[in-house]
């Protein structure tokens, strides 16, 4: 099993789980020939696709899905309160919901609900029958059931958006200052390292940092505070950004 990330922040999201002969995509928010690009930097194309998994329905999360499906046609599983919020409807060759499972291929995929400002937005837990992956971005608040669905795994990607004191002082306007800091928004860096810190993150091959806004936060910022949260070996932390994503990793 391993992962990859296309790119990560606010102008566009794309992560990449394989195992065996299946190719998995969590959301597709750069253009088609932008996802193209991408995806062979990463040495795959968009023809080995098995499906597009969809969070919700913020253009950085689905602005290729529709064409990307179309093209190569790759089937698109997401929940139904996504597919009403999506400006360009796609065809679903399934719907999920909060706490369902699907089997695709050699990968299951759990759906974790979460508290974001989107009409029905989920995150996802994989696996391969020996190992899981989680991806958990784009949430403003967390309680026990979430923290459940997310113990016992081998690597996670998680988002740490935003540094109060940057969002603060930044140039947002004060609305989305709410926003984003709100129940319902992104994790701050010391939510996210809090929510790591309720996991047994001591067992993760790799813990990867997401979704870092490119005003708000700064890579060194929120490594510290994870190393300073878990005591843990900063050069053991792993940042995908905007720009270059991240590499394959293997879970072994």
């Not at 794309?14 to 193209?36: K, M, P, Q, Y």
């Not at 990463?42 to 990307?68: F, I, K, P, R």
């Not at 179309?70 to 997401?78: A, D, E, G, K, T």
Request: aromatic share 6%; hydrophobic share 40%; with cysteine.
């Amino acid at each position: 099993m391993r992962f990859a990330v296309l790119g990560s922040g606010s102008q566009g999201n794309g992560t990449l789980i394989a195992s065996g002969n299946t190719l998995l995509l969590v959301d597709c928010g750069f253009s088609l020939r932008e996802t193209e690009r991408r995806l062979a930097l990463l040495g795959v194309s968009a023809a080995q696709l098995s499906a597009v998994l969809v969070t919700h329905e913020h253009a950085d999360h689905v602005h290729g899905v529709g064409l990307l499906s179309r093209r190569y046609n790759v089937p698109v599983y997401l929940s139904r309160g996504t597919l009403r919020g999506m400006r360009k409807p796609v065809e679903a060759a399934g719907f999920l919901a909060a706490n369902d499972t699907l089997q695709l291929g050699d990968l299951s995929v759990t759906a974790v609900g979460v508290t974001h400002d989107a009409l029905e937005p989920l995150q996802y837990v994989f696996g391969d029958g020996s190992r899981r992956f989680g991806v958990l971005t784009d949430l403003g608040s967390y309680d026990a059931a979430l923290l459940s669905s997310y113990q016992g795994l081998d690597a996670l990607l998680i988002e740490a958006n935003h540094c109060r004191d940057l969002l603060g002082r930044g140039p947002y306007p004060m609305f989305l200052k709410q926003r984003v800091g709100g129940d319902y928004g992104h994790l701050n860096n010391h939510q996210a390292a809090r929510l790591v810190s309720e996991l047994d993150w001591q067992n993760l091959q790799h813990l990867v940092l997401a979704h870092l806004s490119s005003k708000n936060n700064q890579p060194q910022l929120a490594r510290q505070c994870f190393v300073d949260t878990l005591g843990c070996d900063p050069d053991w932390l792993q940042v995908a950004n905007q720009d270059s994503g991240l590499d394959w990793r293997e879970i072994a």
